[in-house]
DNA sequence: CCTGAAAGACATGGGTG
DNA sequence: CACCCATGTCTTTCAGG
């Protein structure tokens, strides 16, 4: 289930043309890969059966919904036990504030990614989301300057620029 | 240009169902929400528009690109000057490993999300891409057990539930 | 904001190297 | 087996009211 896929040139052409803009017909796509479109369709059908494709996201901008501020906030839970983290994290993320939650080795236990209309949102949130709590031990407040999307995902090894 | 802009209920309903899946048709759109196929497209081209809508983005799954490890490297850039710091930036933007960059406030300049095959590679990356470059004064690496996305951004205030 | 029609994209089945 | 071509169906898109 979780084994790695075997993807040929044109797959990995096709993704990287895909997380550009995932809503590229499949004509456009084929004509730029240089195959049928039908052949297009299978490809892509086939990346999403075997789960390389997970789904199409919308990608917002928090600032023009009224969330101009981006936090992130370490978190230790104490003792961190299953029957206290299971519901903490399902807390977190019904937030409405909560973009992306992970846990993780080191002493932090979980970052919370957050978006905020200002500060005083974001001290109310860390105040009575957080720090009241009886398992929160501990939060540690950094604000995001600016965050930066990064190249495509490839596998290792992949060449970044599409062949021929 | 950063203004937020107005959303009536239909534009919130129509953003949530779109973060769900990104490629529902309009027809369905307009089924869900109460409204014409034709309304529905003029909603969301004016949601591109004002630009609250970004694009569309490719949801993958790292561990079937033979990316099965995640991690989090908290960098300090030292001196923290933009001759330095633009080009470190960019630099660390194009490697294949890299997802995410967030500058941040605090002791810890940046953070940068990263996918890697394995430990050894985390490892190589590490000692390759950052420790061993002059500008990088400290690195600090956290694992990622799991990862968490949230529920869909919404304006403060609106309410998470569909109105009825 | 809706109706309705034209243009276009999707998705299937059959044929070829 | 992967690819391409042709076709019916559905979606998108643009008038007009």
Known sequence: ??????????DLHLLRLL???ARATYRDLAAQVGIAASTCLDRVA???????????QLRLDPAKLGRGLQALLSVQVRPHRRE????????????????TVFHLTGPDDYLVHVAVADMADLQRLVLDEFTSRREVARVETRLIFQRWDCG???PPGASGAPPG
Chains 1, 2 share one sequence.
Do not use: K, T, Y
């Not at 086939?46 to 199409?56: K, M, P, Q």
């Not at 206290?84 to 973009?99: W, Y």
């Open 46 to 56: 086939r990346l999403r059966r075997s789960g390389v494709i997970l789904g199409h």
């Open 152 to 154: 495509p995902l490839l």
């Open 19 to 21: 997380q550009n803009d």
């Open 1 to 10: 289930m979780g084994a790695s896929v075997v993807l040929d040139p044109v």
């Open 84 to 99: 206290l983290v299971g519901p903490f994290v399902e807390r977190v993320r019904a937030l409405p504030e909560a973009l």
